[in-house]
């Protein structure tokens, strides 16, 4: 009925207390008793088979069993049963072959009970490995905490974790984005003396300082691995790179780079990939396309993300033939271009202020050739189509992404009502927010900030200081565009006193004013004729964070020059001059106004 091991099949029985899925039992079972076991599940007729057929219950009967293709509660049962045969107790790999069964068939209430059988069961030992494995297969099953209460508890039934188990915690811990917690098992694992970090302990280290913003530990890290020997992954080369462009350290990365590979480490396409991406947001364009094609020189090939990625640089920087040229070329990669790559060209396209139309015959292709349009992609149409004065096109295009059941998107609204502010079409601009609310529920901060600079421009300035509240009392918190647009409508209405109270209450609440904030109150303050509030607001921009930007200077002099303050105007122009500004074509038309004023005034007198 068995086949009787020999030496060839006793090699592959594991040893006891470790357990593998890839190993099978070297039992054979009697293809009559797991008939019966499909046929009548467990009970007295699969017993009595048991007897008639001569299987004795041992470790190896028991995993056989499991191993069957059977309902997962015959399984349960018969686990069961065998844990009551009188000499026999389950072993540590009895146990994991059920808790695999019961994590294939999801059953994972069960699969815990047992799991917590295993752990606190006298007559089981748990190894390191086999609490690596618990772990990986809590951590994939969502049940983070309680892989740590096992962990944990077979720590304390001297199982004692080895570098490899502590990885196990150290990596779910990561997949469920608890970066502080991974830093505490890190120096858990420490002070154990004897269990040293590895490679892929530094690896997920480095990766999750890097996520927390804490990027000079994990710089502090990388050299702490090679200090003890260990050779830094082409993973953890790439994580570095991020970290050094982030911090705007281009020289340092390319440094890194060039380590990189006189250590023998090749990189992938990933780390090629990070420093296009670094160096196009550098806007070293050439050096990104340069680094592109030496890795196709050295034999890597580019997937779809890094030819994204690449494009994207380009059309950022109106290279929008060079971007096309790449997208063309994505076949000859075997790459097929994804609605990503569709989205980038057509961005560039807006940007780069080409036809609308040749813009949304790129929609038509991405359709044609079986890429879906993402809610994206009707975004970037519609916002191009209102800064292209087409608000009937992003109109049709808006309800087309109705129609294809796409959610409401706050982004396209926002950009048609704002164009619909424009054009002075306020009652169509506050219906579409209307129904963007009642669809919606929480909208953002920039949605309201469009239909509250609206008003304002339409002298609703009641109803825009109510939206404002509302969105606050809805538990919005107002930006800095919100801010701006209320006091950009308390400037247009004269109210400079409660708009320069506004910016008090905006810092207070922690939303940090820009320049544009600054700049609409020194544009109420020179609307009032009165110069010295204007110059001492503007002196006081000088002197804080937010320094006076070309509008401002135009502003100021505006002022100047028809209060007929032509000193001082003359001195500004030449800081002007020296900082680089450019007067705008208002500001010196409004010189030569004020100075023919004045001119007029001096012959009326004699």
């Known amino acids: 009925m068995f086949h009787v091991p020999g030496s060839e099949d006793s090699e592959r029985i594991p040893e ?163 970066h502080e917690k991974v830093h505490e098992v890190y120096t858990e694992m420490c002070t154990e003396g004897d269990c040293l970090p590895d490679t892929v302990t530094y690896s997920a280290l480095i990766s999750s300082y890097g996520k927390l913003g804490r990027d000079d530990s994990a710089i502090r890290l990388f050299d702490e691995m090679k200090d003890n020997g260990l050779q830094p992954t082409a993973k953890i080369y790439t994580t570095l790179l991020e970290i050094y462009f982030k911090l705007g350290k281009v020289e340092k990365a390319l440094d890194l780079f060039e380590e990189m590979k006189k250590t023998g480490c090749p990189p992938t396409v990933f780390t090629y990939t990070e420093l296009i991406k670094g160096l196009g947001k550098a806007g070293r364009v050439d050096e990104a396309y340069a680094l592109f094609k030496n890795m196709v020189k050295y034999g890597l090939d580019p997937d779809v993300v890094v030819l994204n990625n690449l494009m994207n640089i380009f059309g950022k920087a109106g290279r929008v033939e060079d971007l096309v040229k790449i997208f063309h070329e994505m076949e000859t990669w075997k790459c097929s271009p994804n609605v990503v790559s569709y989205n980038t060209v057509i961005k560039a396209l807006f940007q780069s202020k080409a036809p609308a139309s040749e813009a949304s015959s790129w929609l038509e292709k991405m359709k044609e050739n079986g890429v879906s349009p993402s809610s994206f992609t009707y975004s970037i149409l519609i916002d191009g189509y209102c800064k292209t004065n087409r608000v009937e096109n992003a109109l049709l295009l808006l309800e087309e992404m109705d129609e294809k059941g796409f959610p409401p998107c706050p982004a396209a609204y926002c950009s048609i009502i704002n164009a619909l502010g424009k054009a002075k079409r306020y009652e169509v601009a506050n219906e579409l927010f209307r129904e963007l609310r009642e ?89 009032t004729g009165v110069p010295r509030q204007a110059v001492d607001m503007f002196e006081r921009m000088k002197n804080s964070r937010v320094k006076p930007d070309g509008v401002s200077y135009n502003t100021l002099l505006g002022c100047l020059a028809h209060a007929g303050k032509f000193e001082e105007a003359g001195r500004l122009m030449q800081e002007m001059k020296a900082k680089g500004f450019a007067y705008d074509a208002i500001t010196y038309s409004s010189i030569l106004e004020a100075v023919g004023s004045v001119d007029e005034e001096r012959l009326s007198s004699f």
């Open 16 to 178: 006891k207390g470790v357990f593998s899925r890839r190993v099978r039992s070297v039992r054979t079972l009697d293809e009559r008793f797991i008939r019966i076991l499909k046929i009548f599940k467990w009970g007295p007729d699969a017993e009595k088979a048991l007897e008639v057929l001569k299987l004795k219950v041992d470790h190896r009967l028991v995993c056989a069993v499991l191993e069957i293709d059977v309902e997962i509660n015959v399984k349960i049962q018969f686990f069961k049963w065998a844990g009551k045969r009188r000499n026999f107790q389950h072993d540590s790999s009895t146990y994991m072959t059920l808790i695999h069964c019961l994590n294939e068939a999801r059953v994972y209430g069960e699969m815990w009970r047992t799991i917590q059988d295993m752990v606190r069961s006298p007559y089981v030992s748990v190894s390191p490995a086999q609490l690596s494995e618990l772990v990986r297969i809590l951590g994939r099953a969502k049940m983070m905490n309680k892989a740590l209460s096992v962990f944990y508890q077979a720590k304390g039934r001297k199982c004692k974790p080895t570098a490899g188990t502590y990885n196990s915690v150290i990596l779910m811990l990561m997949q469920e984005g608890q």
């Open 439 to 527: 669809n919606c529920g929480k909208l953002s901060s920039r949605v309201y900030a469009v239909m509250i600079k609206h008003l304002g421009k339409r002298g609703q300035l009641i109803e825009a200081v109510d939206l404002f509240n509302e969105m606050k009392k809805l538990g919005c918190n107002p930006d800095v565009y919100a801010y701006n647009a209320l006091m950009s409508g308390m400037v247009r209405a004269g109210m400079i006193d409660e708009a320069q109270t506004m910016l008090r209450k905006m810092e207070e609440n922690g939303c940090r004013p820009d320049i544009n904030s600054h700049n609409i109150i020194l544009h109420g303050l020179a609307k």
